[in-house]
């Protein structure tokens, strides 16, 4: 069992950045797949970043690129997504999901949900 709090978000003005943290309590962190995904009022939830579980590899959708990056932490158990440049489309409660051993880019993959942050950009 994993539980999943998500912290850092807030308002910001178009083009600043934030630093989203998802801390994880639980044990085998490591061997988690760590995602990130958002949801828009009025829209579907959808992928923003995916940390792979084994060899680090990553995966961000086309709307972030350049612009997000996911990171974590095994020892403190956290999984970061560094903001920059943000748009107002940005503009989304952000969650922080889990899945062992996992690989998906759906919501449906994931086990595990934290309560979600809310992100506000202004224009």
């Known amino acids: 069992q994993v539980q999943l709090v998500e912290s850092g978000g807030g308002l910001v003005q178009a083009g600043d950045s934030l630093r989203l943290s998802c801390a994880a309590s639980?044990?085998?962190?490591?061997?988690?797949?760590m995602g990130w995904f958002r949801q828009a009022p009025g829209k579907n939830r959808e992928i923003v970043a995916r940390?792979?579980?084994?060899?680090?590899?990553?995966y961000y959708a086309d709307s972030v690129k350049g612009r997000f990056t996911i990171s974590r932490d095994n020892a403190k158990n956290t999984v970061y997504l560094q903001m920059n440049n943000l748009k107002p489309e940005d503009t989304a409660v952000y969650y922080c999901?889990?899945?062992?051993?996992?690989?998906?880019?759906?919501?449906?993959?994931?086990?595990?949900w934290g309560q979600g942050t809310q992100v506000t950009v202004s224009s």
């Open positions: 940390l792979i579980w084994s060899g680090g590899i990553t």
């Open positions: 639980g044990r085998a962190f490591s061997s988690y797949t």
């Open positions: 999901a889990a899945v062992p051993y996992g690989g998906g880019r759906s919501a449906y993959d994931y086990n595990y």
